[in-house]
């Protein structure tokens, strides 16, 4: 659905983030008859950022009054919070309300220059390392979606990176021109109703006709669901030996390649981990499907990465004058992404502190990790999920296993098993809702707690 179909259609906007004032200024230049707002949690009310820029230009329902303008809707335009589940979704459907978002609007005008990247871990990063690469090839483009601006507030541009996430994704009826995929995991249950429907949510990205799919072939669960899609998909899988992939070049240093071809040491990637790796390699296999020559190019990408800086809050290392390191991956919500932030350390002495709101994940795959690879280290958990992480943690010979009442109380615990030399990783593979009002939130908590303990 374009935003030209609006016109003269009535229109409800639910939410009040920063997706939802973005819609509101967008449909009220497409002329509907009637648009209206709507909101179902009235304690977020004055919380959506930039609402306070179109609060006056439509009238906004709470209660019975914003259940019943959602019923007489012909198009419903849900802010990313709202979940499949949601019981008023889920009547306006079964009466035929049309049910879309903000990003499907904008995509079905902009797919053609647009290369979507989403997955359970890494987008984020990939989608800034495809943006960095691309302007330093001289390529213009602009990033946004789920990083920074939203969809239908983008600026003008012959190519867009857009990163995605599953409730963006849900809604769309247009694929990106280039999709690229960097790993599935279970997520976000609660709000699809459940997996095999988050996988549904998740890949409609690449359901809707894109010129290529560019897939991370070291993620066995994202291989099958892509193979699932049928052999007409366009894939191009990134991670193996015919694609680009990490390998043993020059000196016989690890270096990325195109196939046997080397293009620059690994050391030119200022990212540890090799979940890293694997997210250079996808972002490079976007570049190609954007017609980048990456082995002409290969000086110019090096020289690039050389001036990427990590984003916040994953893997974000905090100094100290102790001799520890304190890293921050306070944006880890889910076990696999506590595996990659453990991995990317293992070789130092290692403190880790997990736990968040519980949503009753399974931790068997950090469990299952840690005892396979023989990881030595202290465990600290937190409220609220801390305790049972842990207690999925008993059989692991190798940990030491600690609680602390708060994220601050674990950084001072961390201080007295921790050497100088190692570690303090804060990957909490949980939410942070609940004890804060989000990950930032949590980092901030967990970098005052570091300065008003450090000797």
């Not at 070789?347 to 005892?371: C, E, K, N």
Request: aromatic share 6%; with cysteine; glycine share 10%.
């Amino acid at each position: 659905m374009k935003l030209t179909e609006l016109r003269g259609r009535r229109v409800v906007v639910w939410g009040t983030g920063r997706e939802a004032a973005a819609a509101v200024k967008a449909i009220a230049a497409a002329g509907p008859a009637e648009l209206v707002a709507v909101q179902d949690q009235e304690n977020f009310l004055a919380a959506g950022t930039g609402w306070s820029e179109v609060a006056g230009r439509v009238p906004l329902h709470t209660g019975a009054d914003a259940h019943a303008a959602i019923l007489r809707a012909h198009v419903l335009v849900r802010s990313p919070g709202v979940a499949q589940t949601h019981p008023w979704l889920i009547e306006a459907r079964s009466r035929g309300v049309r049910v879309t978002g903000g990003t499907a609007l904008w995509m079905a005008d902009n797919a053609a220059r647009t290369i979507g990247v989403t997955g359970s871990k890494g987008k984020s990063t990939t989608a800034t390392l495809i943006h960095h690469l691309l302007t330093a090839v001289g390529r213009p483009n602009v990033l946004g979606g789920n990083i920074g601006t939203a969809a239908l507030a983008l600026p003008d541009s012959e190519l867009y990176v857009l990163e995605l996430s599953m409730y963006q994704c849900a809604d769309l009826d247009d694929s990106p021109r280039t999709a690229v995929l960097t790993s599935l995991y279970p997520e976000h249950l609660d709000w699809s109703g459940g997996e095999r429907e988050y996988y549904r949510d998740k890949l409609n990205l690449i359901a809707h006709g894109p010129e290529r799919v560019v897939f991370n072939a070291g993620d066995p669960r994202l291989v099958t669901e892509v193979r699932s899609f049928g052999p007409n998909l366009p894939v191009m899988p990134v991670g193996g030996e015919s694609s680009f992939h990490v390998a043993r070049g020059p000196g016989d240093q690890p270096w990325f390649h195109l196939a046997a071809e080397p293009l620059f040491p690994r050391a030119a990637l200022p990212l540890v981990g090799r979940h890293n790796e694997s997210n250079l390699c996808a972002a490079l296999g976007a570049l190609h499907a954007a017609g980048v020559d990456c082995l002409a190019q290969r000086e110019l990408l090096a020289a690039g990465l050389a001036s990427f800086a990590p984003l916040r809050h994953r893997l974000t290392p905090i100094e100290d004058p102790s001799g520890i390191t304190f890293v921050d991956d306070s944006i880890s919500t889910i076990p696999e992404s506590a595996v990659h932030a453990i991995e990317a350390y293992a070789h130092r002495p290692l403190t880790v502190i997990l736990g968040g709101q519980d949503r009753g994940v399974d931790y068997a795959p950090l469990r299952d990790y840690l005892l396979e690879a023989g990881i030595a280290a202290t465990v600290i958990g937190i409220p609220d999920s801390g305790r049972r992480i842990l207690q999925a943690l008993e059989d692991v010979p190798t940990l030491l296993r600690l609680t602390a009442e708060d994220l601050t109380a674990a950084v001072v615990l961390a201080r007295r098993h921790t050497p100088a030399g190692g570690v303090v990783l804060l990957s909490p593979a949980a939410p942070s809702y609940g004890r804060f009002d989000n990950f930032e939130h949590r980092s901030r908590v967990f970098a005052e707690a570091i300065a008003r303990t450090s000797p």
